[in-house]
């Protein structure tokens, strides 16, 4: 086998195993092996002349980024992809806002800050929680509260000092 075969089965080989690495989890050792494989194709080749090297070089200069970029877009649809990463659940719309009938109720009602509202946090009113928004300022965690108004599906609160 001449030098400039050994080059280029080195080479596929080094960018077959990139390839490989994206589909089966092997951290890193497929990578590291498959560009080690790339560096003596290289080798191999420039030992060949220098335009076969230079050739090889910029093969791989296109090919290890654009690999990369494919792993990274193609990595969460692998099986283990979805492993790591399982996919978003989707939200509905009743997932993601209030019912404003369900908090009208608590307009006038005192209530007690759980988390700091820097402007948005949760406050607990009768035993419910609910996310609020503060009508001006910041207010802290464990601070009476009450239930100003209501803005689009946001419950608007202001600090008291009566419990």
Same mark, same amino acid.
Request: proline share 6%; with cysteine; glycine share 8%.
């Given at each position: +086998?001449?030098?400039? /075969? /050994?080059?280029?089965?080195?080479?596929?080989? $080094?960018i077959a195993?990139?390839?490989? @690495?994206? &589909?089966?989890?092997?951290?890193? =050792?497929?990578?590291?092996? #498959?560009?080690?494989?790339?560096?003596?194709?290289?080798?191999a080749a &420039?030992?060949?002349s220098a !335009?076969? $090297?230079?050739?090889?070089? &910029?093969?791989?200069?296109?090919? =290890?980024?654009?690999?990369? %970029? /494919?792993?990274?877009? =193609?990595?969460?649809?692998?099986? &283990?992809?979805?492993?790591?990463?399982?996919?978003?659940?989707?939200?509905?719309?009743?997932? !993601?806002?209030?019912?404003?009938?369900?908090?009208?109720?608590?307009?006038?009602?005192? #209530?007690?800050?759980?988390?700091?509202?820097?402007?948005?946090? /949760?406050? @607990?009113?009768? $035993?419910?929680? =609910?996310?609020?928004?503060?009508? +001006? #300022?910041?207010?802290?965690?464990? @601070?009476?509260?009450?239930? %100003?108004?209501?803005?689009?599906?946001?419950?608007?609160?202001?600090?008291?000092?009566?419990?």
């Amino acid at each position: +086998m001449d030098q400039l /075969t /050994t080059a280029i089965i080195l080479q596929a080989v $080094g960018i077959a195993l990139l390839v490989l @690495e994206i &589909f089966i989890p092997s951290h890193g =050792v497929l990578s590291l092996t #498959g560009l080690g494989c790339l560096i003596a194709g290289l080798y191999a080749a &420039f030992g060949v002349s220098a !335009t076969a $090297g230079y050739v090889s070089f &910029f093969i791989a200069l296109l090919l =290890v980024p654009a690999i990369a %970029v /494919t792993a990274v877009k =193609v990595f969460h649809r692998t099986p &283990f992809g979805r492993l790591i990463s399982p996919p978003n659940p989707r939200l509905t719309q009743a997932d !993601t806002s209030v019912d404003v009938a369900d908090i009208q109720p608590l307009v006038g009602s005192v #209530g007690r800050t759980i988390t700091p509202l820097r402007p948005v946090g /949760t406050c @607990e009113f009768d $035993g419910r929680r =609910v996310e609020c928004v503060a009508e +001006m #300022g910041l207010i802290e965690a464990h @601070e009476p509260v009450r239930a %100003v108004r209501i803005d689009g599906r946001e419950l608007v609160v202001a600090l008291c000092k009566e419990e």
